[in-house]
């Protein structure tokens, strides 16, 4: 042993003894407990405590800095933030998991054991509020000074159980034993204003200033969470706000014997707060959605101007000093809510109130769905936001008279590009607000910005050229490679050097390794003890039995007919025919495993579900296919369980219908961890294609411009179930009730819409889909060419870093610095 690796070793048991009299201190004084009354969760409090700290000591020092420096701010505003457990984040970022884990083992404790005990923050529903906890990540290990807004919700999404094949939904509850990362500020309260009328008070120069008076006002409280960067070279600040009435009941009528009455504006104002994604097929549910939105922008803003004014004293710089990326439409009314805070509030002259307002906001749009795009109703709007609506109609009608004089307006262009959707009885089109009040207008793949100019923003492309911009989406490689995958990682930072987290365009050096012989069977050896740990849980949560050496196809996402798991499922089951034709055959092991959530309100997504889980006990159970060919719905699909399937998964399945699909973030997260991808050329799989190598990817289907055509010539699926018959068996299996016994016509629904109105165009790429399967299996058998093609994949992704996509942010639509991490 030379003289540094001792002294490193002397330095690691120093750190860990201290780790372990810290989590005794904090066990014992702020958990209230003994160690040997301590529970699981005691000790997972202790431990994050202790990890807050090294944190907070950061936290305020990068606080000081900003203040102190007084550089631009970047305002992160979005509804969801799916941040998962926090615990590994924080050790791995603090470089502290190693002498925990020692300080922990010393005390009789085991640190993956308490990795399980920390809840989910679901505060979100699926890519869009993963890519905003990414963001965050990379914000700070990048260094800049940012904010993320967003909505503490009492319960986040909603807990999955399957019965008898069935999602069922239960609510979720992450705050039941407390949060011991957030910090509460009661201090930090502001007034929501919702409904009211407007007050016009004419001044003596002339002018008519508008005092808006709410109606009804609800309070915004404000809890923090640090969110530490890579090394924890900056600390950056999560804010979620709660929502509460301004009095905490109404004692007149609590005394008078009404205790339920009492308490309702107190139920009324919670409610803004209370779930995530509240059903919004009934108005109220939509009110309350709006009410949502508003809440957070506001109490965002409110919070964002008044830090502003202290540190730099006039409102006029506000968008050299600050920059508001608006994540979707979600928070748009922000737009309306800042015009009103400088015209109404601080006097600024409408026009400069709207450059500002333009070079402070930025507009990322994450999907196509038409009804997925934000729209309001006029009278709602009017009726629980009326000074904003009235600042909307003004927008517009400056918007609308610029656009009039272009050379080739048209009734029509004007009509595509007002705020105001007059074909659907008067809705206002947040998409175009937000891409009106912002200087850059992003999508998240490069497929899907260019289709953004050519669909949705066609027109509003056209009068306003050049807003549209692109950023690809990344993902934190702390998370989605270190921690999800620690095995591998050591083996890559071998190769590598151990700068690969700081900087992942190092993994590209893996490219050279990928042939060797050597090199191919560690990293298979990595991969197997993922599948077997993988195979472990899926015995433990469903009973089924898992050979960790078949090939693991996997398919994690929400579930949505245009993702396609019914494509899939179509596959698996001609398989399965297959195989029971011929049982002999040398057929290649699989397990097809599907895990995601449907919409509760989304009828089809779970039948598909169900579809996927009554296949699954039909095949399970059928002795023919045994060891060759089993079906595994892992049920609550989370954060926590997607870190525990992707280090496992052979296959990566993105398979949506070409156009549909945004980016995809899981598709990222799977190549990088060596998984072969199977998917159609459709977000971001288009560029995964371009740096992993044609050869190494397995592509089929339709291209958006051929969807595009063929539904033009009609989306009936007649056509090309005649020409499979493969496909036309499958199909008729499924309508005639093998899968559902107990209900021979539950899937009949299911079949005739792919017949008859296959608008996600599955059978037109069924027989591709089939092709692209048997070609896996080919390369499959060749062991040595799977293993070269999936090490080339994990060294090609570095590009995918969500630390790349944060810097092109920060240069191109924020103006920020950034210093990349690194030691010193
Ligand atoms: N996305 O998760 C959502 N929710 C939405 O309401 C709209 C889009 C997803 O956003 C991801 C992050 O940009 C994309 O990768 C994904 O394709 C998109 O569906």
Not at 601 to 623: F, R
Request: glycine fraction near 6%; aromatic fraction near 8%; hydrophobic fraction near 45%.
């Amino acid at each position: 042993m030379d003289i540094k690796v001792e002294d490193r070793a002397a330095s690691d048991a120093d750190a860990a003894a201290a780790i372990k009299e810290a989590i005794l201190n904090k066990l014992i004084y702020s958990v209230g407990k003994s160690l040997e009354a301590a529970s699981s969760h005691d000790w997972f409090v202790a431990t994050a405590f202790v990890a807050r700290d090294r944190i907070v000591e950061r936290w305020l020092a990068s606080i000081d800095e900003v203040n102190r420096t007084g550089r631009k701010q970047v305002y992160y505003l979005s509804v969801e933030f799916l941040i998962g457990r926090l615990l590994f984040d924080a050790l791995t970022n603090m470089e502290m998991v190693e002498p925990t884990r020692a300080a922990l083992f010393a005390l009789g404790v085991d640190l993956d054991e308490l990795r399980e005990v920390e809840p989910d923050a679901a505060l979100g529903n699926g890519g869009l509020g993963r890519l905003a906890a990414c963001f965050m990540e990379s914000l700070a290990t990048l260094s800049i000074a940012a904010f993320g807004y967003g909505i503490r919700y009492d319960h986040g999404l909603f807990r999955q159980r399957i019965k008898d094949g069935r999602q069922l939904e239960y609510p979720e509850e992450w705050l039941a034993f407390g949060n011991p990362w957030e910090f509460q500020r009661p201090e930090v309260d502001y007034e929501i204003g919702f409904g009211g009328r407007i007050e016009a008070e004419h001044q003596p120069d002339g002018t008519v200033k508008h005092v808006w008076l709410p109606g009804e006002t609800v309070e915004a409280v404000a809890y923090d969470t640090p969110i530490a960067g890579w090394r924890g070279a900056h600390i950056n600040t999560l804010r979620l706000w709660s929502a509460r009435a301004p009095d905490p009941l109404r004692l007149d009528k609590f005394n008078s014997g009404d205790h339920v009455g009492a308490l309702m504006d107190q139920v009324r104002a919670e409610s803004i707060s209370k779930v995530l994604y509240p059903g919004d097929t009934t108005p109220a549910g939509q009110e309350l959605r709006l009410r949502q939105e508003f809440f957070f922008a506001s109490a965002s803003l409110q919070d964002l101007v008044l830090r502003h004014l202290r540190q730099h004293g006039g409102i006029l710089s506000l968008a050299d000093k600050v920059a508001i990326q608006l994540n979707d439409t979600h928070p748009a009314i922000a737009v309306a809510e800042l015009m009103r805070i400088l015209v109404d509030l601080h006097d600024v002259p409408w026009r400069d109130a709207w450059a500002i307002t333009q070079a402070t906001f930025g507009y990322t749009n994450h999907t196509l769905l038409p009804e997925a795009l934000e729209t309001w109703p006029v009278p709602l709007m009017e009726r629980l936001l009326p000074r904003h609506m009235q600042i909307i109609y003004l927008i517009n009608a400056i918007h609308l008279d610029q656009a009039s004089k272009l050379a080739d307006s048209t009734g029509e262009r004007l009509a595509a590009i007002s705020l105001i959707d007059e074909a659907h009885g008067r809705r206002v089109r947040m998409g175009h607000l937000a891409f009106l009040g912002s200087h850059k207008v992003n999508g998240v793949s490069r497929l899907h910005s260019d289709l953004l100019k050519v669909t949705v923003f066609r027109e509003l492309d056209a009068v306003l050229p050049g807003r549209i911009t692109n950023k690809t989406n990344g993902v934190t490689f702390r998370r989605w490679l270190k921690e999800a995958n620690p095995g591998l990682t050591s083996l890559l930072t071998e190769v590598v050097g151990d700068r690969l987290l700081d900087d992942a365009r190092l993994l590209e050096k893996v490219a050279a390794v990928a042939g060797d012989a050597a090199f191919q069977e560690r990293y298979a050896a990595e991969r197997r003890a993922n599948k077997v740990a993988l195979a472990k849980l899926v015995r433990h949560r469903l009973g089924i039995k898992i050979d960790p050496d078949a090939l693991f196809d996997v398919q994690i996402k929400r579930i949505h007919e245009y993702k396609r798991q019914i494509l899939n499922i179509l596959e698996t089951i001609a398989v399965y025919d297959m195989i029971r034709a011929q049982p002999m055959r040398d057929w290649i092991p699989r397990v097809k495993i599907f895990s995601g959530k449907a919409a509760a309100s989304y009828a089809t997504a779970k039948l598909i579900i169900q579809l996927a889980n009554d296949v699954a006990k039909i095949v399970n159970a059928d002795p023919t296919v045994r060891g060759i060919l089993k079906v595994v719905f892992l049920p609550n699909y989370n954060v926590s369980l997607a870190e525990r399937i992707i280090p496992a998964a052979d296959l990566s399945e993105q398979i949506s219908t070409a156009g549909m699909e945004a980016s995809g973030t899981g598709n990222m997260k799977l190549a990088l961890n060596g998984a072969l991808t199977i998917g159609t050329l459709d977000g971001a799989n288009v560029e995964i294609r371009e740096k992993v190598g044609a050869d190494n990817i397995f592509i089929f289907g339709l291209t958006a411009e051929e969807v595009e055509a063929h539904r033009h010539r009609g989306i009936d699926g007649s056509d090309a179930i005649n020409r499979s018959a493969k496909l036309a068996e499958v199909l008729e299996a499924i309508a005639s009730g093998v899968f559902s016994p107990d209900e021979p016509d539950r899937y009949r629904g299911l079949v005739d819409i792919l017949i008859h109105h296959d608008y996600f165009m599955v059978t037109a790429d069924f027989e591709s889909y089939y092709e692209a399967q048997r070609a896996v299996f080919r390369r499959w058998r060749d062991k040595r060419s799977w293993w070269r093609a999936a090490a080339l994949n994990t060294a090609h992704m570095g590009w995918f870093s969500s630390d790349r996509t944060i810097a092109e942010y920060a240069k191109d639509i924020w103006d920020v610095p950034v210093k990349p991490p690194g030691r010193g």
